[in-house]
């Protein structure tokens, strides 16, 4: 336990670096690009992280699994995995150097096809980094992983605020590109962070292990076709809301909902730093996980719970971070903050179909969540706008954190101690709801929110934490 939490720390640090200099762009970006502008924006940001799934098809996950199997060759692994994503993504550049016209009229951006290319391009460089950052994590060498990625994030915020801020202030004429700066910030930023993972590109061998490939392909495949909905759960809201509402409000409705979406960081990063460090500490360590798995999840769920009530009761400083054109929306924070959540919680629960070789479980729930994300949106944004969409991404991630526990339970028991689980949720989403509604107006009862969720916690991992307290005295 205490390895897993020092490696989510270091990561953790990295995360929130990273996100805070990310995060800090939502102000720049919501208050120098339109509503329908930052929509555009959030579409690009959408569509690369699906093409994230489908191009790097479960590989990164595959060779944590292949590669800490007994008596496998690490190098063979990491170079056959090098070589398959290597020749993918050059193959899917290719492809769109003659695709990307009409892979922009279908994404409604007919007058700037060029985004679209660039796009690619940003994908194709994260894809040929995902698995070089996965063996960094699995030879835990989180301080070289930490590096790189703050001074990937860094270069892509510092050109963001000298294209729209410092350039223009100095007097210098920028065309109007509007988002097309973002994406080359974002180019710059990836061609960076390639550089600096140069070392790891020459530790590829001229080896490709045909064996090694298939056994990693039916790991991964699985968890392809499970990411899609997954990214879809995700992700898809966007574009439900773009082709569902009316088309002159359509762009400004996508651009409100990611702004707010944006507020639910601070669940976000930690979720990302947790997924880093857990899914090569437990592969490690997969003899002895299911106490581990049972203990990690209810820690876990209580400091979701903390930092979800403690972010809605500051909303009233929070809401500072987006341009006062979107606080008339921030009603949908409290049910996204509350679904990143359950997100959260799925991260850590998923574990069992990984570390068991089921992933086709994995496939079957986010099918399920990614069902419940179509009719849900299908059925509530023509009603109630994008209101609608928050509610729908609540209701997809509780049902796929239920099916995940039932399915689990039957598959690779595992103690969870469910009581407890129930009991910080509810507090959350109890205590929450309070929190929001007098965070806008007056301090007082959000700080008696925000302490109680913190009590609540508290008294009931209290062992714990006099465990803890007592090693510290001297």
Same mark, same amino acid.
């Given at each position: 336990?205490?390895?897993?939490?020092?490696?989510?720390?270091?990561?953790?640090?990295?995360?929130?670096?990273?996100?805070?200099?990310?995060?800090?762009?939502?102000?720049?970006?919501?208050?120098?690009?339109?509503?329908?502008?930052?929509?555009?924006?959030?579409?690009?940001?959408?569509?690369?992280?699906?093409?994230?799934?489908?191009?790097?098809?479960?590989?990164?996950?595959?060779?944590?699994?292949?590669?800490?199997?007994?008596?496998?060759?690490?190098?063979?692994?990491?170079?056959?995995?090098?070589?398959?994503?290597?020749?993918?993504?050059?193959?899917?550049?290719?492809?769109?150097?003659?695709?990307?016209?009409?892979?922009?009229?279908?994404?409604?951006?007919?007058?700037?096809?060029?985004?679209?290319?660039?796009?690619?391009?940003?994908?194709?460089?994260?894809?040929?980094?995902?698995?070089?950052?996965?063996?960094?994590?699995?030879?835990?060498?989180?301080?070289?992983?930490?590096?790189?990625?703050?001074?990937?994030?860094?270069?892509?915020?510092?050109?963001?605020?000298?294209?729209?801020?410092?350039?223009?202030?100095?007097?210098?004429?920028?065309?109007?590109?509007?988002?097309?700066?973002?994406?080359?910030?974002?180019?710059?930023?990836?061609?960076?962070?390639?550089?600096?993972?140069?070392?790891?590109?020459?530790?590829? %061998?001229?080896?490709?292990? *045909?064996?090694?490939?298939?056994?990693? &392909?039916?790991? @991964?495949?699985?968890?392809? #076709? /499970? +990411? $899609?909905?997954?990214?879809?759960?995700?992700?898809?809201?966007?574009?439900?809301?773009?082709?569902?509402?009316?088309?002159?409000?359509?762009?400004?409705?996508?651009?409100?909902?990611?702004?707010?979406?944006?507020?639910?960081?601070?669940?976000?990063?930690?979720?990302?730093?947790?997924?880093?460090?857990?899914?090569?500490?437990?592969?490690?360590?997969?003899?002895?996980?299911?106490? %581990?798995?049972?203990?990690? *999840?209810?820690?876990?769920?209580?400091? &979701?719970?903390? @930092?979800?009530?403690?972010? #809605? /009761? +500051? $909303?009233?400083?929070?809401?500072?971070?987006?341009?006062?054109?979107?606080?008339?929306?921030?009603?949908?924070?409290?049910?996204?903050?509350?679904?990143?959540?359950?997100?959260?919680?799925?991260?850590?629960?998923?574990?069992?179909?990984?570390?068991?070789?089921?992933?086709?479980?994995?496939?079957?729930?986010?099918?399920?969540?990614?069902?419940?994300?179509?009719?849900?949106?299908?059925?509530?944004?023509?009603?109630?706008?994008?209101?609608?969409?928050?509610?729908?991404?609540?209701?997809?991630?509780?049902?796929?954190? $239920?099916?995940?526990?039932?399915?689990?339970?039957?598959?690779?028991?595992?103690?969870?101690?469910?009581?407890?689980?129930?009991?910080?949720?509810?507090?959350?989403?109890?205590?929450?709801?309070?929190?929001?509604?007098?965070?806008?107006?007056?301090?007082?009862?959000?700080?008696?929110?925000?302490?109680?969720?913190?009590?609540?916690?508290?008294?009931?991992?209290?062992?714990?934490?006099?465990?803890?307290?007592?090693?510290?005295?001297?």
């Amino acid at each position: 336990m205490k390895s897993l939490m020092g490696d989510t720390a270091l990561y953790g640090l990295s995360s929130i670096l990273a996100r805070v200099l990310n995060f800090a762009l939502t102000p720049l970006l919501t208050v120098v690009l339109s509503k329908s502008e930052y929509g555009v924006n959030s579409l690009l940001y959408v569509s690369i992280a699906f093409l994230m799934v489908i191009l790097t098809y479960g590989f990164e996950t595959a060779y944590f699994r292949v590669s800490q199997k007994q008596g496998a060759d690490e190098s063979t692994v990491y170079s056959t995995a090098m070589w398959s994503l290597l020749t993918s993504s050059i193959l899917f550049l290719a492809a769109m150097a003659f695709l990307y016209v009409p892979a922009a009229d279908l994404l409604r951006m007919e007058d700037r096809p060029e985004l679209v290319l660039m796009m690619a391009w940003i994908v194709a460089m994260d894809v040929v980094a995902a698995v070089p950052f996965a063996r960094l994590r699995a030879q835990r060498r989180a301080k070289r992983f930490v590096a790189i990625k703050i001074t990937q994030i860094a270069v892509n915020f510092l050109l963001c605020y000298a294209f729209f801020l410092f350039i223009p202030r100095a007097g210098v004429w920028l065309p109007d590109f509007q988002v097309g700066w973002v994406l080359i910030a974002n180019l710059a930023a990836s061609s960076v962070m390639i550089l600096m993972l140069l070392p790891e590109f020459f530790a590829i %061998q001229r080896r490709f292990d *045909l064996q090694i490939w298939k056994t990693m &392909l039916v790991f @991964g495949f699985p968890l392809l #076709l /499970a +990411g $899609l909905p997954g990214v879809a759960n995700e992700m898809a809201d966007r574009f439900f809301i773009e082709y569902l509402m009316p088309a002159m409000e359509a762009k400004e409705a996508v651009g409100t909902y990611s702004a707010i979406y944006k507020l639910s960081i601070f669940i976000i990063l930690f979720n990302q730093a947790f997924r880093f460090a857990a899914e090569p500490f437990f592969f490690k360590e997969s003899a002895q996980t299911r106490e %581990q798995l049972a203990d990690v *999840l209810r820690l876990f769920t209580g400091i &979701l719970s903390i @930092g979800m009530v403690w972010v #809605l /009761a +500051g $909303l009233g400083g929070i809401k500072y971070f987006i341009d006062a054109k979107y606080w008339d929306s921030l009603p949908l924070l409290y049910f996204l903050l509350l679904a990143n959540v359950f997100l959260s919680m799925n991260t850590q629960i998923s574990m069992w179909y990984k570390l068991s070789d089921q992933t086709r479980m994995g496939l079957y729930i986010t099918l399920t969540g990614f069902a419940i994300t179509a009719l849900g949106n299908l059925y509530w944004i023509p009603r109630v706008g994008i209101m609608g969409a928050a509610w729908t991404t609540l209701a997809s991630y509780v049902a796929m954190a $239920l099916l995940s526990i039932l399915l689990g339970q039957y598959h690779f028991p595992v103690p969870y101690n469910f009581g407890r689980l129930i009991l910080y949720v509810a507090s959350a989403a109890s205590l929450g709801w309070v929190a929001a509604y007098f965070s806008m107006t007056t301090v007082w009862p959000s700080i008696i929110c925000a302490a109680l969720i913190v009590a609540v916690v508290g008294y009931a991992e209290r062992t714990v934490l006099f465990k803890r307290f007592k090693r510290l005295e001297p």
